[in-house]
């Protein structure tokens, strides 16, 4: 499972366990109080005494970790997952701190059910943050901290971007639809196996014509072939344009490596249509057909 799958399924996860008990509590304190977490055991019982004001409260707290843990599910944007990260380890550390230094009064099995349960609202933000990735200072477009600041629609356009080359890196398929307009359309120069202009790229693929996937996955096994290295070069409140590496690696071990200019629309916060301007078509047209070559034995 890749890293952007394993930290929505706990985002996930958080949020259901926040749902659940906050509407609980909310909707029911005293029997939240008296029988926490359910099945027989009565944990919140335990540490009396009982405040519905209190008790009300807290349920409402937890929801609205929850609706924030639900938005970083949805949307992976790296801040919102962070920030939701940390939010969580504020209130878990010391809810896990006062429960180990208070176990005198449980059984051992209520022990280690509330050490694991708690432990575990510490580990998987700790887990999220380890997941995200490293921010990259260079992708900012030129110009966005400079005396005149770009509009929140020249920021929305570039973050939206900078979320899918980091989707195209970690092949993650779902997040790339989630950004792209369902009239996406997709400009390749016409010489490139898959060039082309190209409204419907599932349609395009069940006819078998080539794509960009479908050359570039063989052809990069690891992720220093998927890395992209990109760039924003400049951004507007329309378009962005991007300054990206195209890299692969053929059947033989022989390589390419080579710039590619991309201008891209983005249009309410999808992007809308995309055209790629390689910097050596020739060279890039080469490679791929010694690597068709390669594979076919020819």
């Known amino acids: 499972m890749r890293a952007p799958?394993?930290?929505?399924?706990?985002?996930?996860?958080?949020?259901?366990?926040?749902?659940?008990?906050?509407?609980?509590?909310?909707?029911?304190?005293?029997?939240?109080?008296?029988?926490?977490?359910?099945?027989?055991?009565?944990?919140?019982?335990?540490?009396?005494?009982?405040?519905?004001h209190l008790t009300r409260d807290v349920g409402s707290l937890w929801l609205g970790l929850a609706v924030v843990t639900v938005a970083a599910a949805?949307?992976?944007?790296?801040?919102?997952?962070?920030?939701?990260?940390l939010a969580w380890l504020v209130y878990a550390t010391p809810h896990l701190a006062f429960h180990l230094a208070h176990l005198e009064n449980f059984s051992t099995a209520d022990k280690i059910g509330q050490v694991l349960a708690l432990s575990l609202g510490v580990a998987l933000p700790l887990t999220l943050l380890v997941l995200a990735p490293k921010p990259n200072r260079s992708r900012e477009p030129l110009g966005l901290h400079a005396d005149t600041e770009p509009t929140m629609s020249t920021r929305a356009n570039v973050r939206v971007i900078l979320e899918i080359f980091?989707?195209?890196?970690?092949?993650?398929?779902?997040?790339?639809?989630?950004?792209?307009?369902?009239?996406?359309?997709?400009?390749?120069?016409?010489?490139?196996?898959y060039g082309g202009t190209y409204r419907d790229l599932?349609?395009?693929?069940?006819?078998?014509?080539?794509?960009?996937?479908?050359?570039?996955?063989?052809?990069?096994?690891?992720?220093?072939?998927?890395r992209m290295d990109m760039r924003i070069v400049a951004a507007s409140d329309e378009e962005v344009v991007a300054l990206w590496r195209q890299r692969g690696l053929s059947p033989?071990?022989?390589?390419?490596?080579?710039?590619?200019?991309?201008?891209?629309?983005?249009?309410?916060?999808?992007?809308?249509?995309?055209?790629?301007?390689?910097?050596?078509?020739?060279?890039?047209?080469?490679?791929?057909?010694?690597?068709?070559?390669?594979?076919t034995g020819q």
């Open 74 to 85: 949805l949307t992976l944007e790296r801040r919102l997952v962070v920030v939701t990260a």
């Open 5 to 52: 799958a394993v930290s929505r399924t706990i985002l996930w996860l958080l949020a259901a366990e926040l749902a659940l008990t906050g509407g609980w509590a909310l909707a029911s304190p005293r029997s939240f109080f008296a029988n926490f977490p359910g099945a027989g055991h009565r944990w919140t019982a335990m540490l009396p005494p009982y405040n519905e």
């Open 202 to 226: 599932e349609a395009t693929a069940r006819q078998d014509r080539p794509t960009w996937t479908g050359t570039w996955t063989p052809l990069q096994p690891t992720a220093a072939e998927r």
């Open 252 to 295: 033989a071990g022989g390589r390419f490596d080579g710039q590619v200019l991309g201008l891209y629309r983005v249009s309410d916060g999808k992007l809308a249509r995309a055209q790629m301007f390689y910097f050596d078509t020739a060279a890039l047209a080469s490679f791929l057909a010694d690597a068709e070559r390669q594979k």
């Open 166 to 193: 980091e989707a195209i890196e970690q092949r993650d398929e779902q997040r790339f639809s989630e950004l792209v307009d369902p009239d996406f359309e997709i400009h390749w120069p016409p010489s490139l196996p």
